[in-house]
């Protein structure tokens, strides 16, 4: 089983601001296996980006994925109000599917 | 546009048979090949993937796996969820999703939770 380790624990920025989140798999994953979601309190998660860097429907520019093999990045260019909440990395390999423990991002 | 509903007991006692259903409504799941997920989230942690539902077969988290049934009944546009000798590490909001192309969870339902305890 992959192991996804997303890091820093929890993000405290402004709204303006740059943020930078990591995803580190125990093993190679490829790029097409690897998305990301944002959970906001009391929703469901909702998919951000697929295959490492492809935005899902509805998903603004400012919001970029890249990476390969075991470390991936979630980049938010300008954080906006609607932006804060939990943010999940997941992969899928060999017929299972994980998730990271999740990086809270928080307004400062 | 498709939208998933998840129900069920909102409380289950140990050692019973959790059972959900996820309707499917803005569209009939027959109508063309989807593939289904369920997800649950314990309280304060993150997301734990149960199982998956492909017209070639289904794939169970391993350590669920014994308990852990996910099957489509396309009469009622449903898809079920069944977990067996629950206990209380059982307890969590159980989402439905649907598989896209790549192995991603792209659509959600809004999540049910389920406690368990006597």
């Known amino acids: ?108 | 546009q498709l939208q998933l509903q998840e129900s069920g007991p909102g409380l289950v006692k140990p050692s019973e048979t959790l059972s959900l259903t996820c309707t499917v409504s803005g569209g009939s799941i027959s109508s063309r090949s989807y593939s289904w997920g369920w997800v649950r989230q314990p309280p304060g942690r993150s997301l734990e993937w149960i199982g998956s539902l492909f017209n070639s077969g289904a794939y169970y988290n391993p350590s669920l796996k014994s308990r852990v049934t996910i099957s489509v009944d396309t009469s009622k546009n449903q898809v079920s969820l069944a977990l067996s000798s629950v206990t209380a590490a059982d307890t969590a909001v159980y989402y439905c999703t649907t598989i896209g192309v790549w192995w991603y969870f792209d659509l959600w339902g809004r999540g049910t939770l389920v406690t368990v305890s006597s």
């Open chain 1, 1 to 108: 089983e992959i192991v996804l380790t997303q890091s820093p624990g929890t993000l405290s920025l402004s709204p303006g601001e740059r943020a930078t989140l990591s995803c580190r798999a125990s093993q190679s994953v490829p790029v097409s296996y690897l998305a990301w979601y944002l959970q906001k309190p009391g929703q469901a998660p909702r998919l951000l980006i697929s295959g490492s860097s492809s935005r899902a429907s509805g998903i603004p520019d400012r919001f970029s994925g890249s990476g390969s093999g075991t470390d991936f990045t979630l980049t938010i260019s300008r954080l906006e109000p609607e932006d804060f909440g939990v943010y999940y990395c997941q992969q899928y390999g060999s017929s299972l599917w994980t998730f990271g423990q999740g990086t809270k991002v928080e307004i400062k």
